[in-house]
């Protein structure tokens, strides 16, 4: 579905534009919901060896807040900046991450997996609602943004509790 054709691009600059469904398979095993497809244009070309494929991506995310596990949707606009080279294995474990190996045979190069982890990689590692987000009692679990629970808090054991019977004579 991902994919240019290398014999295009040993002609010319090649653009390509796709749209991914929200519930495509490449997104199983992500946790990802995406709340529309992902939409992502990308011109190729050739870069010595290699290639280089740059362009944007756009989608919008639901995710769950935090503090309170309410529903927060994310716009996701971000640039896509992928370099493929024909790498050997040691190079492979060297450039991981960096550098995206170009099939040494075959007619196509496929972006899936390093689209997939490109977005993987600019989810926000945590979101929350709102700034002044109160979160979820850890008590009783009433959303705290919501209603006013009558709670008190633990007065649990802490690290510094030895030195409450300490005196000095």
């Known amino acids: 579905m991902l994919k240019l054709s290398l014999a295009a691009l040993s002609r010319e600059e090649v653009h390509a534009q796709w749209e991914i469904p929200a519930d495509h398979p490449m997104w199983e095993n992500t946790r990802l919901e995406l709340s529309e497809p992902l939409h992502v244009e990308v011109f190729a070309h ?4 290699g290639v280089l494929v ?4 756009r989608t919008v995310l639901d995710l769950s807040c935090r503090r ?3 529903r927060v949707r994310r716009e996701i606009d971000e640039p896509v900046d992928l370099l493929f080279e024909p790498l050997t294995g040691e190079e492979r474990d060297e450039l991981e991450g960096e550098v995206y190996p170009l099939p040494m045979r075959g007619t196509e190069l496929d ?3 390093s689209l997939r982890e490109q977005l993987l990689l600019t989810i926000p590692e945590y979101v929350i609602c709102a700034e002044a987000c109160r979160g979820l009692c850890p008590q009783c679990g009433v959303d ?3 209603a006013t ?3 008190t808090p633990e007065q649990g054991s802490g690290p510094w509790d ?3 019977n300490f005196t000095f004579d």
């Open 68 to 70: 309170c596990l309410t």
């Open 144 to 146: 705290r943004n919501q």
């Open 162 to 164: 030895a030195l409450k």
């Open 54 to 57: 740059r362009g944007r991506m």
């Open 149 to 151: 629970c009558e709670c």
């Open 46 to 49: 050739e870069v010595g060896e």
């Open 111 to 113: 972006l899936s997996e």
